[in-house]
């Protein structure tokens, strides 16, 4: 069975930094497209962030880009989110997603996510 567990999130402060890590087992994780998207307040859950399998090509919101980094760590199974400059808006629950195929320009499109994690809640307080 293939899970996918992130980190707690937690409460921080406007302009401040958090990084998720959301770690993968029950399958190989090398192979795996790794993707983190959001939920916030009264909205459709949204894409935030992709990595490759090979960890060289990375996607971002453009609402995150220049904020928010996506990596990996393949020896332990495990993507992360680095987040700095943090804003109200980026108040959500964060779900990091895994994709067993390459979708090439389809990295946002969460219906080709194979397994999701169950989500960790940040909270940004102004």
């Known amino acids: 069975q293939v899970q996918l567990v992130e980190s707690v999130g937690g409460v921080v402060q406007t302009r401040g930094s958090l990084r998720l890590s959301c770690v993968v087992s029950?399958?190989?994780?090398?192979?795996?497209?790794m993707g983190w998207f959001r939920r916030a307040p009264g909205k459709d859950r949204e894409f935030v962030a992709h990595?490759?399998?090979?960890?060289?090509?990375?996607y971002y919101a453009d609402s995150v880009k220049g904020r928010f980094t996506i990596s990996r760590d393949n020896a332990k199974n495990t993507v992360y989110l680095q987040m700095n400059s943090l804003k109200p808006e980026d108040t959500a629950v964060y779900y990091c997603?895994?994709?067993?195929?390459?979708?090439?320009?389809?990295?946002?499109?969460?219906?080709?996510?194979?397994?999701w994690g169950q989500g960790t809640q940040v909270t940004v307080s102004s």
């Open positions: 029950g399958r190989a994780f090398n192979p795996l497209n």
């Open positions: 997603a895994a994709d067993r195929s390459y979708s090439g320009n389809l990295y946002a499109v969460q219906s080709l996510y194979d397994y």
């Open positions: 990595i490759r399998s090979s960890g060289d090509i990375t």
